[in-house]
Structures are given as C-alpha cells and as structure tokens.
C-alpha cells in the first residue's frame, strides 16, 4: 500500500507571493492533518479534514487553509507569505475513525514539502 | 504554549547500549501518548503509542513507560543500532469530545548512534 505522498518536496517563494501543497493520504484513509514543522516552534498542528470537511483547527492565522476532495485529497494554502513561514510543511492521514480513540486513528506522515520564502 | 516537552535535547550512546528518551506532559487529562521517529528528509515515523490506564507497553526493541504521578513519559530502546539515530518525538492526545482530537508534539530528541 503506497504511503502518504506530498508534493511538491521543495519550494521557494517570495513574500507576500501565496503557495498550495498538495496531499495525498493512504488509500482508504479519510483524515488528513497538517502540521508545520520549523527548528524553533517543532511541530504545530495546522488543521485536520475528514469527508471534506475541516474537523479541527490550530492556533494559526487565516492566511493558513485547506481543503480536502471528495477523494480524500488535500491541499493547503498560504495567502500572503512571510518569512516565519518558512518551515517543513507535513501532512498525515488516518482513517479517521468517527468516534473512535485516537489509538484507532494513528497518523501516518508524508515526508514533507520544504517551504523557503525569500 | 507546548504541553509536551523533553528533558534533553541530544542524546549520544555507543552502538550496542540502551538508550532512553524522556519526556514530560502538563496536561493531566491528557489520555494517550506517541513515539514518532523522525530521520533526515523523511516525515515522522509512528514507533509505538500507550493510552494512560497502561504503565508500560513494549514493542520490539522498544519499551514506553508511563508515569502518571510525574507526568513523564520514555522511550527505552535496547541494543540501539546506528539506523536508529533520527529525533524522536512525543506526543499527546487531548481528548476534546466525539472525534475532535489534537496532538500535541514535543520539540524532539536528537538520537546519535557511534559505532
């Protein structure tokens, strides 16, 4: 069963320039969650999608969002870059189990798109 | 701010010893934990989790121990080998209601292994 594959591995942009990763999660997994991972703050969660729909939401400002596709797929979008928002962007699925613990529900990472904003 | 963090940032141990990660928690409801493993340019590796009415769970090679008094958390691995040299996190679930759930990461121990 192929992995959850990111893409694209590497970007550079230029602030106020916007950006869209794309995610692919595990075949049959519903949840996708992305995290942003930087040296200073370690992994953040971002936001988590199940059935197209945005289930939980962290800390971060608007400029951040998604959306996930009737296929499970998901992208994220960041309007208005700046240069803290250089950072390992990481997206994970699960099958996202409703109701279930969430020692059913164990994310699998992708390997990451590297975000650099100049 | 993080709930999550670990008690030393680098850990170096000969090839062959044990070697033990430890980490802390704030959050006394905190209800179930994770090991992630990360190695260079790859995304975090799932390793083994225990739920809080577990003190210890094993899995192979590795043992996680839970202490519930202290809040403390780690990760024991046995004959440590140079492929495990990567950071290892901790993580914690939150329980929020229904399947609403967020993971809360530790900054990460540097594992290095010397042959």
């Known amino acids: 069963k192929a992995g959850v594959t990111q893409t694209p591995r590497y970007l550079i942009k230029t602030r106020g320039q916007q950006v869209t990763l794309s995610c692919s999660p595990i075949?049959?997994?519903?949840?996708v969650s992305w995290y942003q991972q930087t040296p200073g703050q370690g992994l953040q969660f971002l936001f988590e999608?199940?059935?197209?729909?945005?289930?939980n939401k962290g800390n971060f400002p608007g400029r951040f969002s998604g959306r996930q596709f009737s296929n499970s797929r998901s992208e994220m979008n960041v309007s208005t870059l700046e240069l803290g928002d250089s950072a390992l962007y990481l997206c994970?699925?699960?099958?996202?189990?409703?109701?279930?613990?969430?020692?059913?529900?164990?994310?699998?990472f992708g390997a990451g798109t590297r975000l650099s904003v100049l | 701010g993080e709930s999550v963090g670990l008690h030393l940032p680098t850990l170096s141990v000969q090839e062959g010893d044990n070697s033990i990660i430890n980490c802390a928690y704030s959050?006394?409801?905190?209800?179930?934990f994770i090991w992630y493993k990360q190695e260079s340019g790859k995304g975090p590796q799932f390793i083994i989790d225990?739920?809080?009415?577990?003190d210890k769970r094993q899995g192979q090679r590795v043992t996680v121990l839970l202490n519930k008094t202290v809040k403390h958390l780690s990760l024991q691995i046995a004959a440590t080998q140079p492929g495990d040299s990567a950071v290892y996190f901790c993580?914690?679930?939150?329980?929020?209601?229904?399947?609403?759930?967020?993971?809360?990461f530790g900054k990460g121990t540097l594992l290095t292994v010397n042959p």
């Open positions: 994970a699925s699960s099958s996202g189990l409703a109701g279930a613990h969430l020692a059913k529900n164990i994310q699998y």
């Open positions: 225990i739920r809080s009415n577990m």
């Open positions: 999608y199940f059935s197209e729909t945005q289930r």
């Open positions: 959050n006394s409801a905190s209800d179930y």
């Open positions: 075949s049959g997994h519903r949840s």
């Open positions: 993580a914690e679930n939150l329980p929020s209601g229904g399947s609403n759930y967020k993971l809360t």
